[in-house]
C-alpha cells in the first residue's frame, strides 16, 4: 500500500495561474482532508470530505476549490494563485466516523506562488 | 472555534535526557488529543494520542497525560535519541461528522549528543 500520496511534490506558479493538486490514498477511507502548513502556524485545515461527493469548508477555504469525484481522490485547485498562498500543502484521510479516527498524512506539495 | 496553544516551540535536550511538550485547549467538548512527528521533508505521523476518558497513556519512551479540568495535555519523551529529533504537533478533536483536528503551532525538538 502506498498510503497517501500527493502530486506534484513542488510547484512554482505566477501571480494568477491557477493549478490543480492531487490527492490519492488506497486504504478506503471515507474521509479525506487538504492542509496547509506555514512557519510558526501549524497545520491549519482549507476543505475537507465525508464521502465521494461531498465537501465542505475548513478553517480557511478562501482562495480554494475541491472535488472528491471519486472515493480515493481528492483535488485542491486554485483558480487564480496570489503570494498569500504560497505554504506546503497537505493532504490526509481518515476512516471516518467521529474525531477518534487517525489521520494519515501524505508527503506534501510545495508551492511557491511568485 | 477550537484553540490550541503549544510551548515550547524549539526544544534542546542530550541524549538520554527527557523532553516534555505541553499543549493546551480551549473546547471543553474536546475528546481526541493526538500528537504527531514530523520528519524534515515528510508528512506528520501520528505518534501516540488519548481520549477524554483516559488520563495517562504509555508506549514504550513515548508517554501522554491529560487533564481535562485544566484543559491542558502534555507529551513526555524519555531516553531521548538522536532520531527523536524532529518537530511535534499536538492537536485536539471534538469528534462528530469529522474528525477536524485543530493543530498547535509545534514543537521543534533537537536531541544533542
Known amino acids: 500500500n502506498a498510503g497517501v500520496t500527493q502530486t506534484p511534490k513542488f510547484r512554482v506558479l505566477k501571480t494568477g495561474q491557477s493549478m490543480t493538486l492531487l490527492c490519492a490514498q488506497d486504504?478506503?477511507?471515507?474521509?479525506m482532508y487538504w492542509y496547509r502548513q506555514d512557519p510558526g502556524m501549524g497545520l491549519r485545515l482549507i476543505h475537507y470530505?465525508?464521502?465521494?461527493?461531498?465537501?465542505a469548508k475548513g478553517e480557511v477555504p478562501d482562495g480554494y476549490n475541491v472535488s472528491r469525484l471519486k472515493k480515493q481522490n481528492f483535488l485542491l485547485g486554485l483558480e487564480s494563485a496570489a503570494p498569500s498562498q504560497t505554504s506546503v500543502y497537505f493532504c490526509?484521510?481518515?476512516?471516518?466516523?467521529?474525531?477518534?479516527?487517525?489521520?494519515?498524512f501524505g508527503p506534501g506539495t510545495r508551492l511557491l506562488v511568485l | 472555534g477550537e484553540n490550541v496553544e503549544q510551548h515550547p516551540s524549539t526544544l534542546s535536550v542530550q541524549e538520554g535526557d527527557s523532553a516534555v511538550i505541553k499543549c493546551t485547549y480551549s473546547?471543553?467538548?474536546?475528546?481526541?488529543f493526538p500528537w504527531y512527528k514530523q520528519e524534515l521533508g515528510k508528512g506528520p505521523q501520528l505518534i501516540i494520542d488519548?481520549?477524554?476518558?483516559?488520563g495517562e497513556k504509555k508506549d514504550q519512551r513515548i508517554a501522554v497525560t491529560l487533564n481535562k479540568t485544566a484543559k491542558h495535555f502534555s507529551l513526555h519523551i524519555t531516553e531521548t535519541q538522536p532520531e527523536d529529533s524532529a518537530v511535534y504537533f499536538c492537536?485536539?478533536?471534538?469528534?462528530?461528522?469529522?474528525?477536524?483536528?485543530?493543530f498547535g503551532t509545534g514543537t521543534r525538538l533537537q536531541v544533542t549528543l
Open positions: 473546547d471543553s467538548a474536546s475528546n481526541y
Open positions: 486504504m478506503n477511507h471515507e474521509y
Open positions: 492537536a485536539a478533536s471534538r469528534g462528530g461528522t469529522a474528525s477536524k483536528l485543530t
Open positions: 488519548i481520549r477524554s476518558n483516559v
Open positions: 470530505s465525508v464521502g465521494e461527493g461531498t465537501t
Open positions: 490526509a484521510s481518515s476512516a471516518g466516523s467521529g474525531g477518534g479516527e487517525t489521520q494519515y
